[in-house]
C-alpha cells in the first residue's frame, strides 16, 4: 500500500493508551469509547497541525481530554457525586499486608477531581514528566505538581492509609510536605 | 504510601491499556483513511 508510510497510521498503536486514559478520565466504559471516537476523527481531521518529531500520545491526549472537557462538563456538573456515596464502599481498614484492594482504589480514584485524575494519570501511569503532563493539559508546571500531590493526599485519606501506624510515611508532616501546605 | 498508590495506580491503568481495542476503532481509521483517498485528499497533511 502506498499510504504506508502515512504517520497518521500511528494513531493505532496509541488506541490502548488512549481508551485507558480515556476511561480513567470518564469513569465509564462507554462513555469513554465515545471520547475517544471523537478524539480520533478531531486528531485525523487536523493532523496537519501535529508536529512530527514530537510526542504523538501527548498531542492524542490533549484532543482527548479536550473532547471529554466541552463533551462533558455540562453533564458531570449533574453527575458528580461530592464527597461520594460510593465513599461508603470502601472497605473500613486497609489490609495488613500493605497492599491496596484494587477495587479499594479504584473507588477512591474515581473521587478525585478530574482535573486530580489527568494529572496523577499522565505523571504517575503513563509517566509523563511534569512538563510534558502541563502541555497535555495546557497549565502551568506547578500546577500539574500541585494537583498530582493533592490527587496522592486525598488518595491517601480515601483509603485511610492516613491514619495507620503500621505505614512509615503517613503521618501529618508527610502528607503537608507532599501537598505543599499545612495538611488540615 | 505514595508508592503503594502508584503501585496501584500503574496495575488499574495497565489493566485498562491490556485491553483489546474494539474493532469499531479499527473500522473508523480505515473508513477516514478511505474518505481521504476519495477526496484525493495529500498524503500525510499538508505542508503549510
Redesign the interface.
Known sequence: M??A????DE??AH???M??FA??LTRNPATA?DV??DA??KA?AN??K?EPGTNLRAWLFTILRNTYYSLHRKRRREVEDPEGALAGNLSEKPHHD???A?HD??IA?EQLTDEQREA??LV???GFSYEEAAATCGCAVGTIKSRVNRA?VR??EL?H??DTND?E??DAT?LAG?SGKPFA | ??E???E???????Q????E??D???R??DE??KKD?DKGAP????D?
Open positions: 502506498s499510504t508510510s502515512d504517520p497518521r494513531i493505532v488506541l490502548p493508551a481508551r485507558a476511561l480513567s469509547d475517544v471516537q480520533i476523527v485525523w493532523f496537519d501535529f500493605g497492599r491496596l484494587m482504589f479504584r480514584f496523577l494519570t504517575g501511569a503513563e496522592r488518595l491517601a483509603m492509609l492516613d505505614l510515611m503517613t508527610t507532599l | 504510601m505514595e503503594q498508590i502508584d496501584n495506580l500503574r496495575r488499574v491503568y495497565a485498562a491499556v491490556e485491553e481495542v474494539p469499531r476503532f479499527l473508523l481509521l477516514l483513511r483517498r498524503e500525510g497533511g499538508a503549510t
